[in-house]
């Protein structure tokens, strides 16, 4: 018993110094981050209490409703809590740094396995404390039920927790018999990936908003069809649904013991079955992850082509950096896959738009379909704010350790920023014009807007793109062990604030322009000198703010990189 | 002729003098060796002349060019090998070597092509020219940087411990190069905990405890100053800790 916590303990400490001894920063980043957490709970809380509210008001249908979207809820999450097991088993019971000196001690295996799938549970189940709490105590304020929910909520939590854990980990260890643990991460990656895009577009295309207006439906059995989520008296997540529903309803007596046993002996089993199994899985799995990666040919006439056309086309030293960058973006697995997301971000974005019921629109349906074209400039440039700050943001903390070989040629830190910029801002202007162009022409979009549209896009990506490579530099994280987590943390929750505070001050910017100019085009009047002056000086302002967002953070983070110790 | 000119070079790490205030030269053609034990300040000192760090204060020359005012045209001709070879796993080694050449500006052509290769089988590396570096050991990635660092033909070459996960084989080969530059007048700056290498290969050495340099000049010049008439070894022992043997510290409680 006693093993297992002292090899608990190292990150025990490490968690404690890193809160102790943080310094101010620390603590204001930490103080920060929390902030952000409880308005992200906040926000969510709020909207579960909107949707359930709502629900009530549908007559003979609030509760079924509310009990179906509380079993998908635990059902998602159980999904996704097994999906996160896997990730972070990979890594806590088979890739990490430390395991070398672990192993080589006289530490028992089952003690380093008990102990690594602590850390384990610990890593990836704190999502369903920042999501699902808030969505829980929604339930809580809508239904009023007694204390036993909160005891319920707790204990069975705990056990879906467990449950979920024990799965992922068996997983964990089975794929890394068959693959070594290297390549099973690879493989994990382009399997979630796969996984979120499969539900992300069949979520989409089953047509969820057809659900809040039962009308379109002509029989209530229809309706109720349309909504078939899985029901099965197997599913952890019903056990746990039906009791939570339950005590929601006043009905605490009913049941509870059943499911809580139901529950309990299967966190049981799953713990015990889990232990079985790394006595004769684990070590061979570990052993296996530590021999070398096997020896792989860098050839590749596809990527020969784009990466020696950016050779030549950026000159020798930011033609250089481009391509290495696409050569190392194609051959890392967990990289590319993320382009498949965002193929079926754009199909689903382009999509939505082609569905909107335009003629059910109260007001003039071009007017509306010009208006929803400017709004999509917001929305546009949002998205690709999120895209940005997953591949713009980290660009320039994916040197890695290898950033001395920048460090220690004769290559300007300038010059290197400016190079970064330039290899990003190229795919990031084709994503952001099919985004404006397409939805144009969806919309059927004036002249007017579509000249304007595209062309504000252009700015906007500019200073998108700068303010990811400046702010990257500002922060960069040069030992991170997985790239997309770069973007997770202080830096790039700064950047995703900044970035969506510049889209938005230049959509509100142009707003009153372009509804003058638009008018004046529906109306057939002409526009006054003042107006003029209005129009010229809402535009240089967006043309100043756009010219600052690119400059400064570029200025900010060349600083910042040349005083780096 | 001075190539490296290091005057009252300063590192201060928040409040911590890893560096302070030390004063060097080192003439074209000399195989410099520095000396220290961990934590003296050496690698702070080597990343401060790759320009790779800041230094807190003083100055560095090279070949009479001050790096905090043109770091650029410094960079241009000092080759640096790093004490832990951290590069791009996703490239091969012809793609890293091509990569640092652009970086350089060396012009692409036969010529250069023709540069990689020579240095590739030099190192034997060729037969992995084309593969991934991810699959290479500790010191295939070694003496990959060494080809890096050799590629722009420095003037000056600033090492650090560069024998660390060089296999006997290995080490026998940077031995040689390192010999064969400075014949051509290359100025080589090598830090290195291998006392015996220091003495085999290094015109001159100087040693560095807390930030200073207590002793600088050739392995002869050292042991008298020491007092001893042993190897490089007793005379590093005697400059930096008194000469007293650890294990006779280690050895004497359990012997009471």
């Known amino acids: ?565 | 002729m001075a190539m490296i000119e290091l005057i009252g070079l300063t590192k201060i790490y928040k409040g911590f003098k890893a560096v302070d205030g030390i004063n060097l030269t080192v003439e074209r053609g000399v195989l410099f060796g520095f000396l220290g034990p961990n934590g003296a300040g050496k690698t702070t000192t080597i990343k401060m002349m790759a320009g790779v760090l800041k230094p807190t204060g003083g100055m560095i020359r090279m070949n009479g060019l001050d790096i905090a005012r043109e770091p650029e045209a410094v960079k241009q001709f000092v080759g640096f090998i790093p004490d832990r070879p951290f590069i791009h796993e996703k490239l091969t080694a012809r793609e890293f070597l091509n990569f640092v050449a652009d970086l350089y500006r060396m012009e692409r052509g036969r010529a250069r092509d023709e540069q990689i290769l020579r240095l590739l089988e030099l190192f034997e590396l060729a037969g992995w020219a084309d593969e991934l570096i991810e699959s290479y050991s500790h010191g295939m990635k070694q003496r990959l940087v060494m080809c890096s660092a050799l590629i722009t033909e420095p003037k000056i070459l600033v090492v650090d411990e560069p024998m660390v996960g060089l296999d006997p084989r290995g080490a026998r080969l940077v031995k040689t190069i390192f010999r064969g530059l400075v014949e051509r007048g290359v100025t080589i700056f090598m830090s290195t905990h291998s006392l015996a290498v220091a003495e085999e290969l290094c015109g001159r050495i100087a040693i560095i405890q807390s930030g200073r340099i207590i002793s600088n000049g050739t392995s002869a010049e050292l042991r008298s100053k020491a007092g001893t008439d042993g190897n490089l070894e007793k005379a590093f022992l005697l400059l930096t800790e008194g000469g007293e043997e650890p294990n006779e510290r280690f050895f004497a409680p359990l012997q009471a």
């Not at chain 1, 994990?188 to 539900?199: P, Q, S, T």
């Not at chain 1, 499911?259 to 052993?287: C, D, H, K, Q, R």
Request: glycine share 6%.
């Open chain 1, 1 to 565: 018993m006693n093993g297992f916590l002292l090899l608990c303990r190292p990150r025990a400490l490490a968690l404690k110094n890193s809160i102790l001894r943080g310094g101010k920063k620390g603590r204001r980043r930490s103080l920060i981050m929390a902030f952000l957490g409880l308005l992200l709970c906040g926000g969510i809380f709020y909207l579960s209490c909107r949707v359930l509210l709502h629900f009530q008001t549908i007559s003979g249908l609030g509760d079924l409703l509310a009990r179906l979207l509380l079993s998908m809820m635990l059902l998602s999450f159980f999904s996704l809590l097994i999906f996160s097991n896997v990730i972070s088993a990979l890594s806590n019971l088979y890739l990490s740094k430390d395991l070398e000196l672990i192993h080589a001690s006289p530490a028992m295996i089952e003690d380093v396995f008990i102990s690594r799938a602590i850390q384990t549970v610990m890593d990836s189940s704190w999502m369903l404390a920042v999501f699902g709490v808030p969505v829980f105590m929604a339930y809580s304020y809508v239904y009023r039920p007694g204390p036993l929910f909160y005891v319920t909520l707790a204990h069975l939590s705990l056990t879906l927790v467990i449950i979920a854990a024990g799965a992922g980990i068996i997983v964990t260890m089975i794929l890394v018999h068959i693959f070594p643990a290297q390549r099973a991460r690879d493989f994990v990656a382009l399997l979630g990936i796969v996984m979120g895009i499969g539900i992300y577009l069949l979520f989409r295309f089953m047509k969820p908003e057809r659900l809040v207006n039962p009308d379109t439906f002509f029989t209530v059995a229809q309706y109720l069809n349309s909504l078939n989520a899985p029901r099965s008296p197997y599913l952890p997540t019903q056990w746990v649904a039906d009791s939570l529903w339950m005590c929601l309803k006043g009905e605490q007596a009913r049941g509870f013991l059943h499911e809580a046993v139901l529950a309990w002996s299967t966190a049981g089993a799953a713990v015990v079955i889990n232990i079985w199994l790394a006595s004769f899985l684990y070590f061979e799995g570990f052993s296996k992850s530590q021999e070398a990666k096997k020896r792989r040919n860098g050839a590749g006439v596809l990527l020969e082509i784009p990466a020696k056309a950016a050779a030549r086309i950026f000159g020798p030293q930011a033609g250089a950096l481009a391509a290495k960058e696409i050569r190392m973006f194609f051959r890392d697995n967990t990289q590319w896959s993320q382009l498949l997301l965002l193929g079926a971000l754009v199909a689903v974005y382009l999509y939505n738009f082609s569905v909107l019921p335009i003629d059910m629109s109260p007001i003039r349906v071009d007017f509306f379909q010009n208006q929803l074209c400017f709004l999509n400039l917001a929305l546009a440039g949002l998205v690709l704010s999120a895209v940005s700050a997953r591949f713009v943001f980290p660009a320039v903390s994916s040197e890695g350790e290898a950033y001395w070989i920048i460090k220690s040629s004769p290559l300007k830190t300038r010059r290197f920023l400016w190079a970064k910029f330039l290899i990003y801002v190229i795919p990031l202007l084709i994503l952001g014009e099919i985004l404006i162009i397409a939805t144009n022409r969806l919309m059927d979009a004036a002249p007017l807007m579509k000249v304007l549209t595209t062309a504000t896009m252009i700015f906007m990506i500019m200073g998108i793109t700068s303010m990811g490579v400046g702010l990257g530099a500002v922060y960069p994280d040069f030992r991170h062990q997985n790239i997309a987590q770069v973007a997770t943390g202080f830096g790039g929750m700064t950047y995703m604030i900044v970035s969506a505070l510049f889209v938005t001050v230049t959509v509100v910017l142009e707003a009153g322009p372009v509804y003058i100019l638009f008018m004046a085009g529906v109306k057939n009047i002409t526009v006054t000198g003042l107006q003029w002056l209005f129009i010229a000086a809402s535009f240089s302002t967006v043309a100043a703010l756009t010219a600052l967002a690119i400059h400064l953070p570029m200025r900010m983070g060349e600083r910042a990189l040349e005083s780096r110790e």
